[in-house]
């Protein structure tokens, strides 16, 4: 009890002297503690990133070539699967696929054609519409 008595005034004595040759004001001394408990109260409130989810989509398939890769890419290049397709999906067919691990509403998908051919699109909001169209 001794030592925190001492070691607490040597404190407000250095306090004291810090204050007298201008190092410290008496505002900004008494201000830390309510600068303090607003920075973790905006932290508190602060919006917390989005967790990554499944998400279940419809490929719908409106091209003359059967689609025999399909993937789904989202915010930071999270979900990325090598193929969300078991099976080719013919063309004017449509099948739900699950796309694990996605971060964001926004994504990228990308597929390949049996043709050979190959598309990319970004900006996909899978929140707003869960399916996705692809189209000649």
Same mark, same amino acid.
């Given at each position: 009890?001794? !030592?925190?008595?001492?070691?607490?005034?040597l404190?407000?004595?250095? #306090? *004291?002297?810090?204050?007298?040759?201008?190092?410290?004001?008496?505002?900004?001394?008494?201000?830390?503690?309510?600068k *303090?408990?607003? $920075? %973790?109260?905006? *932290?508190? !409130? $602060?919006?917390?990133?989005?967790?990554?989810?499944d +998400? +279940?989509? %419809?490929?719908?398939?409106?091209?003359k070539?059967?689609v025999?890769?399909f !993937?789904?890419? =989202?915010?930071?290049?999270? =979900?990325?699967?090598?193929?969300l397709l078991?099976?080719?999906? $013919?063309?004017?067919k449509?099948?739900?696929?699950? *796309?694990?691990?996605? !971060?964001?509403?926004?994504?990228?998908?990308?597929?390949?054609?049996e043709? =050979?051919?190959?598309?990319?699109? %970004? =900006?996909?909001? #899978?929140?707003?519409?869960?399916?996705?169209? #692809?189209?000649?």
């Open positions: 009890m001794r !030592t925190f008595k001492i070691r607490a005034g404190f407000f004595c250095a #306090l *004291a002297v810090m204050m007298s040759l201008g190092v410290v004001s008496s505002q900004a001394a008494s201000d830390k503690p309510a *303090a408990k607003a $920075a %973790t109260a905006k *932290a508190a !409130t $602060a919006k917390k990133a989005p967790a990554a989810r +998400v +279940v989509l %419809t490929l719908n398939n409106q091209r070539s059967s025999v890769f !993937t789904v890419i =989202g915010k930071d290049s999270s =979900g990325q699967e090598p193929n078991k099976d080719a999906l $013919a063309a004017g449509s099948i739900k696929v699950k *796309a694990k691990a996605v !971060t964001g509403c926004a994504v990228s998908v990308a597929a390949d054609f043709d =050979g051919s190959s598309v990319e699109a %970004t =900006g996909i909001d #899978l929140c707003k519409d869960p399916v996705v169209k #692809l189209v000649d």
